[in-house]
Every structure is written in C-alpha cells, then in structure tokens.
Nanobody, 125 residues
Framework: QVQLEEAGGGLVQAGGSLRLSCTASERPSSAYAMGWFRQAPGKDRGFVAGMTWSGGTTSYADSVKGRFIISRDNAKNTVYLQMNSLKPEDTAVYYC??????????????????WGQGTQVTVSS
C-alpha cells in the first residue's frame, strides 16, 4: 500500500509563495505519474497539476498556468508544487495523488490510485 504525505501548507499573503512537497512511503514515484489537486469548502476536488514519471509531460489547470510549477525528485520519492503569485482563490486543501500508468497524466480525481491526507493552503488578501 502506497502512502503519500503532503507538507508545506500554511498561511501566506496574496502575492506570496509556498512550496508543497509530497513524499511517498515506498518507491512508487518511479512507477507512477503524480498529480496535485485541491478542494475548497463547498467545491469539488479539482486538478491543479500533474507530471509523468519521466517528467517529460506536465499538465496544469488554466487557473495556475504561469504561477505554479510541478517537479519531482524520484531519488527522494518526492513531488513538489511551487506556488507563486498566490491569490485568495487559491485557498484550499491541497492533495497529492499517484496513478498508473506512469506515462500519462489524468486531470480527473478518479484517475488516481493513491491519495495523501491533504495540506491546507490559505491565502489572505
């Protein structure tokens, strides 16, 4: 059973930056594509960014393009989400997720096999 653990959330002012990390309990990152999702109160969980195992393919939600960057370090079993120019509407619980096949990214929550517990990101105006 793969376990994913997010870290790095917190409170930040609008325009600021945060970096989230997601570490796997074993070595799934070499066999899985990874994604970041977020869920605000009263809203569905939505896709933020994703990356294939090789890192050769990335995908971003339109709302975060040019502001967020997904990266991974397979040697550390860790995926990162660098969030810049944060806006109050970015406030949500952020989740990382893992899926197979490792060569494709899905924007649908149902496309992922494993999920972390989530980390809260709050952006104040």
């Amino acid at each position: 059973q793969v376990q994913l653990e997010e870290a790095g959330g917190g409170l930040v002012q609008a325009g600021g930056s945060l970096r989230l990390s997601c570490t796997a309990s074993e070595r799934p990152s070499s066999a899985y594509a990874m994604g970041w999702f977020r869920q605000a109160p009263g809203k569905d969980r939505g896709f933020v960014a994703g990356m294939t195992w090789s890192g050769g393919t990335t995908s971003y939600a339109d709302s975060v393009k040019g502001r967020f960057i997904i990266s991974r370090d397979n040697a550390k079993n860790t995926v990162y989400l660098q969030m810049n120019s944060l806006k109050p509407e970015d406030t949500a619980v952020y989740y990382c997720a893992a899926r197979r096949p490792p060569s494709t990214v899905s924007t649908a929550p149902g496309g992922y096999n494993y999920w972390g517990q989530g980390t809260q990101v709050t952006v104040s105006s």
